[in-house]
DNA sequence: GCATGATCATGC
DNA sequence: GCATGATCATGC
């Protein structure tokens, strides 16, 4: 028999993203019109509306993803707008945990894994009162777990396996994971399930992504924009680095001030101000630059002195003290953030103190600094992972990195692994260390 | 509210 | 002058 043409390929992940995205700032009801011919109601509908009507497909069987051949299972969750922007309004949930099969399986033979490799995510803005068919979408791409990411989950994995393994499903909570929960699933608690290793009957859960985590794969999927907007503007030969390398001469010389009246920016007091500075240049208005995200570059400013001299080291994010001890060093921040390539921006001061715009660098870190970071890595990772949290690696231990404190006060705390409240801190490279790197 | 990209402030 | 701790404005 014939198969219907359908209006995208659906062995093809990349053209069920393309279609999937025309809905982007429309609702079901605007796209579909005329052909919604029944109502829908009730939690869930969206999910079927858009099975039914927008992709034209029948569910296939349950174990395996929505879009088999592509290998792409589809996912609806609700966003809400928060003064932060676009948040989770919930978490994005799973199959239900089979207590009785589950165990036999390994991370990969899951059936969280086997059908969620590859998520066609698509978020709405939740509105109170207004129908499913109503919702806009907001935000819509295919989502692959990063590496670092898979570890967590992984493990988050292993640890609710493990719980029915010493027949305590009865007492899986979803604090015992960091990115992959147990969420219950049910009417309400009596929803209960046997497992295979305990007479007790235990709540019925589903595998779930936490909202923190969401609203991490939400920051991800932010507007970027490109630094080159045409292809034609990459000469012959010329590389991305070139190109930036280009943008900046005409700044070269200009104090702060000069440089935004010659960019009509806003005048800022932010102390990341010369970094939202070096941006504009490259002609970039939105939160990220698309070829930094894709080639792994990091932009990162340096204020020198009239001198030359070096005040500041650099900071880097804060130290996540749950997530490090899951982290190995190949998937750590760490590794990752150090590993990329970095341009540096300088300003230097000039003689009456005004910030100019002194030179730009290319740089990636040495192999055997990165094994000082290593060190440094392993060396916070013990003492987080013994409660230790006054005897890090400091400036003043020349060791290339040091941690310290970064929060919005020294009252701004983070809760550990043992369920303590410790100082925010982060990852930093001594000032020493850059001053060697540009001079 | 909170992480980010940072700089400021203090004490020795 | 430097090490260390504290804090800022911003965007979302």
């Known amino acids: 028999m014939m198969e219907p043409t359908l209006p995208y390929n659906r062995k093809d992940s990349k053209s069920i993203e393309a279609y999937a995205q025309r809905l982007l700032n429309k609702s079901l009801r605007v796209v579909l019109g005329s052909q919604i011919k029944q109502t829908y109601s009730g939690k869930g509908k969206l999910g079927q509306i858009l099975e039914d009507l927008y992709f034209q497909y029948k569910p296939n069987s349950e174990s395996e993803a929505d879009f088999q051949e592509a290998g792409v299972e589809l996912k609806t969750s609700p966003l809400k707008k928060t003064t932060k922007g676009f948040t989770s309004k919930e978490r994005l949930v799973f199959n239900i945990i089979n207590y009785e099969e589950e165990h036999t399986k390994t991370f990969k033979t899951s059936s969280f894994w086997r059908k969620n490799k590859l998520l066609l995510l698509m978020f709405f803005l939740y509105q109170q009162g207004i129908e499913d068919l109503d919702y806009i979408f907001k935000i819509i791409h295919l989502w692959e777990f990063p590496p670092t990411d898979l570890k967590i989950i992984e493990d988050d994995w292993q640890k609710i396996i493990s719980k029915i393994k010493a027949g305590k499903a009865h007492e899986i909570s979803e604090g015992d994971t960091l990115y992959l929960g ?6 309400n608690n009596k929803s209960l399930r046997k497992q295979p ?11 779930s992504l936490k909202s923190k985590y969401l609203n991490y794969i939400i920051g991800k999927s932010l507007p970027s924009e490109r630094i080159v907007k045409d292809t ?11 190109i ?18 010659k960019l009509k920016l806003p005048k800022s007091k932010a102390k990341s101000r010369f970094y939202l500075i070096a941006k504009a240049i490259l002609g970039v208005k939105k939160e990220k630059i698309e070829e930094f995200e894709k080639a792994d570059l990091a932009l ?8 030359g001299a070096l005040k500041e080291s650099m900071s880097f994010a804060q130290i996540q003290y749950k997530e490090i001890l899951n982290e190995s060093w190949d998937d750590s921040y760490w590794f990752n953030t150090l590993t990329k390539r970095f341009l540096f921006v300088a300003f230097q001061k000039d003689e009456n103190g ?24 392993l060396d916070t990772k013990r003492k987080i992972a013994k409660n230790d949290f006054s005897h890090f690696i400091k400036i003043s231990d020349d060791r290339i990195c040091h941690v310290r404190p970064k929060g919005i006060n020294s009252k701004d705390l983070m809760e550990t692994a043992t369920g303590a409240m410790e100082k925010k801190m982060c990852y930093w490279l001594n000032s020493s260390y850059i001053k060697e790197i540009i001079k």
Not at 182 to 187: M, R, S
Not at 235 to 242: A, F, T
Not at 245 to 252: C, D, Q, T, V
Not at 362 to 375: G, I, N, S
């Open 182 to 187: 147990a969420c219950t699933k049910g009417a």
């Open 197 to 207: 290793f305990s007479t007790e009957m235990a709540m019925q859960r589903a595998f």
């Open 232 to 242: 034609k503007e990459y000469k012959k030969g010329e590389s991305l680095e070139d």
């Open 244 to 261: 930036v390398k280009k943008r900046f001469i005409p700044y070269y010389g200009l104090s702060e001030d000069e440089i935004i009246a």
């Open 300 to 307: 990162k400013t340096i204020r020198l002195e009239h001198s």
């Open 354 to 377: 005004e910030p100019r715009l002194k030179n730009i660098m290319f740089w990636t870190m040495p192999v055997k600094d990165l094994e000082v970071a290593h060190a440094y890595w």
